[in-house]
């Protein structure tokens, strides 16, 4: 939404960045088309039937707190394990298909390993979800899928778009890089990624790793696919992930920074990612209680299942669909076309006579008192006297944009409050209008009083494109 807002910021250049009447909803799956069976029968036992009837429900999502740690581990390690089998034959096809030795199809037989800690990247290979970075210091890399007590490995998939040469460089380069030894058996790349691929490794990941060059990941929905079957994402604060990071319930690589440098970013990036597997995700996943069972790291998982599947569904966003568009756009068709479209001929003849007659609105002047200090919790009020020519009073709305300052003078986040209509000095014919500005927190703060065409039947107040400040 925000950047939307800034890309379509010069269609209403007269009004601030966040008023631009641009609002979005957020991408969601239909989580039973990505659930496993093992997943969806515990949901069943501990949830009961209105997981699915109602998945928008938070306190539905709630009752994972029940189902018990090993149950639930136990069904994830069973998702991994036939991941693992998966991949394999799916690796070794590729290999034989390709013609590569022998040795090389033996290993594929015995590569990843069922127990160890898995990771999954696959999406398309667009050149800004930066496939590679993963792959910036090798020898970091190295490092962590060679350890032999704390493993780690990667399996990659995706396809790039038939135009996209430089995304099928990526595929390539991620591809020669996994035939050095030390990853060959520990980083795989499955080929031909459709659905069936996608679901076994939703279903089976650990972790879901998502590194787009913030802010181009407009919502992204494979990480809300992972979420369900007990996965948990680490991402970039882009996307949905803006949202749906909540501190406990996966991992953030930096802080929503934005970068001007693109090496820059993807170098200070990679390292935070290495940060943040070495130092977090690793050693939560091999911290194991007497009874073998990560409790910390299933903590994770349940609230990771906890906060995402109720918010990001496609239950969900129909229902803002329908809340915030449908309905409203319905009530107002109807409203508009009743008996035989009498208000969208008035509202028509109105914007054309308000926008032949917005030249002879001006102000003539405001009263207020700003050369003294005021406490917080006070009011100032403010009194505008605005000429309107032919328009009448009952055709504008009078707003105070007010709020804090910033280095330049400018508001910055601006809270509008109405002017009211007072009365009309027939001689000068200038109304008046007048209203209070709240002191609502202490420094510097400043007002700003705008005149708007208004009328009931406007989609919102910025539609004609007038604005008069002050």
Known sequence: GHVSRKIWHGIWPEIHLDEVPIIHITNGIHTRSWLSSEISRLYDRYLGPQWHIDPEKTEVWKRVANIPDSELWRSHERLRERLIG?????????????????????????????????????????????????????????????????PVQFIFAGKAHPKDNEGKEFIRRVIHILQVEEFRTRIVFIEDYDMMVARYLVQGVDVWLNNPRRPLEASGTSGMKVPPNGGINLSVLDGWWCEGFSGDNGWAIGSGEEYDDHNYQDEVESQALYDLLEREVVPLFYRRGSDGLPREWIAMMKSSMMTVCPEFNTNRMIEH?????????????????????????????????????????KVEGVETDTSREFAVGQDIPVRLRLSLGRVSPEDVQVEMLHGKLDAQGMIVEGEPSPLTFENLDAGSGVSSFSGMVPCRQSGQNGFSIRVLPYRIGLNNPFELGLVLWW
Request: glycine share 2%.
């Open 321 to 361: 669909y329908t809340e915030r568009f449908y309905q409203p756009s319905m009530l107002q068709w109807n409203w508009l076309t009743a008996d035989k479209m009498t208000e969208v001929k008035q509202l028509t003849l109105w914007r054309r006579n308000i926008v032949e007659l917005w030249k002879d609105v």
């Open 86 to 150: 998966f991949s394999r034959s799916r690796l070794r096809e590729q290999l034989e298909r390709r013609g590569v030795h022998r040795t090389w199809v033996k290993e594929a037989e015995e590569a990843l390993d069922p127990e160890a800690l898995t990771i999954g990247f696959a999406r398309r290979f667009a050149s800004y979800k930066r496939a590679t970075l993963l792959m910036r210091d090798r020898e970091r890399l190295a490092r962590l899928v060679g350890n032999p007590d704390r």
